[in-house]
């Protein structure tokens, strides 16, 4: 019986053997990939929660605390693409146990600042420590998977930020509560989450492998399939261009200002969400924590809704728009009335933000070829979470000078119906 015709874009995944090795892949990486944005996540935000305790104690005011949060996705920018050049240079294995390391010293040393220069230090050297890991997980996966696949398995892997936005609010507040050794609440915070993934290093070393030949829990016949179906999608007599070639490629910028417009409203919504929430009054930390979480499990639930949708109706941009369309009307809504609506508003917008950062990372991993896809994936993420530096700083510096981020909030509103029109403007290459 003759076969069925496959699209030679996006080869079927039915193989017996190209099946097996597509689980297989799904069941040991994925796990450990969301382990590691889980801690990777909460040693970047958990700063959100002790904004209150580094005024009182260390005398950093609602300016300084937002220039230092966003500090970190200056360090991030400068050195995301190097990180990625030399992952692919050293390998995944040795270069993302290295970062898990080396962010985990810089976030368990936040536990010992004691003025705003240590503040900013060691903010901007944890986006030094951390930059790679985002886009060095969205590259392996154009090594490991089948294009057909990778859509998927980046949902599951940005899910990774959505447990964590769940699970740092009771954890963080947990632990703000300790006391012992002459260390106050936020340092014990700091300490104990930067140690988990000082931890962390060696289950990626010794678990990870850098390629497929390399996994020992793959069959001879299974590694063959899974490199053959990736090696069809990128056919070699078809050259790919130089990395400065696609850097003058205005697709590149349309993907740079899209995910920078997300990330806007992503790290406003972490960084300032705990306030918001301490606005409506009466609520211990750990409350607080509590509340905190029921945006990100609503995010949880649109991630995989949207990604569930885009697989099977396709269209992709236009899904990213729609989550987009949401998530400015969210945080409009934001402005209109207590606390405790702009609460629920917010909830509203979560659903469309992270739908979109999930929903967006596709385009680009189907647009870009495999050869400079680490690079290209690294700067579309460096600049595009510039966001998060502009968001907490211009919200710190609204805060301190008129009482109000409402303002902010409004910028949201607009960058994500600005970015809904520009994703119509990406195209997937044709190679």
């Not at 090795?21 to 994925?30: N, Q, Y």
């Not at 609520?283 to 990604?307: D, H, K, R």
């Not at 629920?344 to 950062?357: E, P, R, Y």
């Not at 690294?378 to 303002?407: D, M, R």
Request: charged fraction near 10%; glycine fraction near 8%.
């Amino acid at each position: 019986m003759a076969r069925p015709p496959v699209h030679p874009e996006q080869p079927a995944v039915s193989a017996p053997e190209l099946s097996t090795a597509v689980a297989k892949v799904k069941a040991r990486v994925l796990p450990l990939f969301v382990v590691m944005f889980i801690l990777n996540y909460i040693d970047r935000v958990n700063i959100g929660f002790v904004k209150n305790h580094l005024r009182a104690d260390l005398h950093i005011d609602l300016a300084a605390y937002g220039f230092g949060a966003g500090l970190f996705f200056i360090g991030y920018a400068l050195f995301e693409v190097p990180s990625n050049l030399l992952l692919q240079r050293v390998g995944a294995r040795a270069w993302l146990a290295r970062i898990t390391l080396t962010w985990g010293i810089a976030a368990t040393l936040m536990a010992f600042i004691q003025n705003r220069p240590q503040f900013y230090t060691l903010r901007f050297l944890l986006g030094v420590a951390e930059a790679g890991f985002f886009p060095g997980v969205i590259y392996y996966f154009t090594l490991w998977l089948p294009k057909a696949e990778r859509g998927k398995a980046t949902a599951v892997f940005l899910s990774g930020s959505a447990i964590a936005s769940i699970l740092s609010g009771p954890v963080s507040g947990a632990l703000l509560q300790l006391r012992g050794f002459g260390l106050k609440g936020w340092q014990w915070m700091f300490l104990v989450e930067g140690l988990a993934s000082v931890l962390l290093c060696g289950v990626v070393w010794t678990q990870l492998r850098s390629r497929p030949a390399d996994a020992p829990w793959l069959s001879d016949a299974e590694k063959q399939a899974l490199q053959d179906a990736i090696a069809a999608e990128h056919p070699a007599g078809n050259p790919h261009p130089p990395l400065l070639t696609l850097l003058r490629d205005p697709r590149l910028l349309l993907f740079c200002l899209i995910y920078f417009a997300i990330q806007l409203t992503i790290y406003a919504a972490t960084f300032w969400l705990p306030s918001i929430i301490q606005k409506i009054g009466g609520l211990t930390e750990f409350q607080v924590g509590c509340l905190n979480s029921i945006p990100w499990i609503l995010s949880i639930a649109a991630m995989y809704g949207f990604a569930a949708a885009a697989a099977r109706w396709r269209h992709q941009q236009a899904w990213v728009a729609l989550a987009l369309l949401i998530a400015a009307t969210g945080m409009f809504l934001s402005t209109l009335g207590s606390p405790t609506f702009a609460f629920v508003a917010v909830c509203f917008a979560a659903l469309g933000f992270k739908a979109a950062s999930s929903l967006f990372w596709p385009i680009p991993q189907n647009s870009l070829p495999p050869q400079i896809a680490a690079p290209a994936l690294a700067l579309i993420n460096s600049l595009g979470n510039l966001g998060g530096f502009v968001a907490p700083a211009t919200f710190g510096f609204l805060e301190k000078h008129t009482g109000s981020i409402q303002g902010g909030l409004y910028g949201l509103s607009i960058a994500s119906i600005l970015a809904a029109l520009l994703v119509f403007r990406t195209k997937p290459s044709h190679r």
